[in-house]
């Protein structure tokens, strides 16, 4: 299939109210910014978006790409929560609604169905759009770490946490913070709530 396929399909998941303009946007800027990227790829970075606007940091290979099967695709879209029970777009004054819908499902069940696992990681893999975990990713909109594929910044913001808490549980064991006394949590607790009864 030819990019400008791909890109219509994005198009018409975005019309459907299926996933946000910026999820659209996105995959047209990578597209743009490495032509040669692998439709695939275009795909996993407007599902990796999409799934941040639903609130997960990442996209997990191992959730979106399960063992081939045949309810594969199915969990796929369910996974994704493809297409959404309320899409926001309402059949009033829009006689074709039914039939693109149904046009968008058919298009997003033969773009999951032709994903290959291996395939999109070796694509992640090669592509100058994409760091790996242990790669200096400046300069990478997408971040591809231990099976999840990430905005640089969500990358960048899930390894600061992860190192802080890890530095915080070194320092404990090995004696260089010490608990604070009960009396000073409690002193803490009353300055807190007496400031917000005032």
Avoid at 78 to 98: F, H, Q, W
Wanted: proline share 5%.
């Amino acid at each position: 299939m030819s990019r400008d396929a791909l890109m219509d399909d994005v198009r018409l998941w975005r019309e459907l109210g299926w996933i946000r303009l910026l999820d659209e946007q996105f995959a047209d800027f990578l597209a743009s910014l490495d032509p040669k990227a692998a439709d695939a790829l275009l795909l996993a970075a407007a599902m990796t978006s999409h799934q941040l606007g639903k609130g997960h940091v990442c996209l997990s290979l191992d959730l979106w790409l399960a063992e081939p099967g045949p309810d594969s695709t199915a969990d796929a879209l369910r996974a994704l929560e493809l297409p959404p029970e309320d899409s926001g777009v309402e059949d009033i004054d829009d006689p074709g609604l039914a039939h693109r819908r149904a046009r968008g499902l058919e298009r997003l069940q033969a773009r999951f169905a032709a994903l290959d696992r291996a395939a999109l990681a070796q694509a992640l893999a090669q592509s100058p759009l994409v760091a790996d975990g242990s790669d200096a990713v400046e300069g990478t909109p997408l971040v591809f770490d231990r099976g999840r594929l990430y905005l640089r910044r969500n990358w960048r913001a899930e390894t600061g946490i992860a190192a802080a808490i890890v530095a915080r549980i070194a320092e404990r064991i090995n004696g260089q913070v010490s608990s604070p006394e009960p009396e000073q949590i409690g002193a803490a607790v009353r300055r807190i709530f007496i400031r917000r009864r005032r």
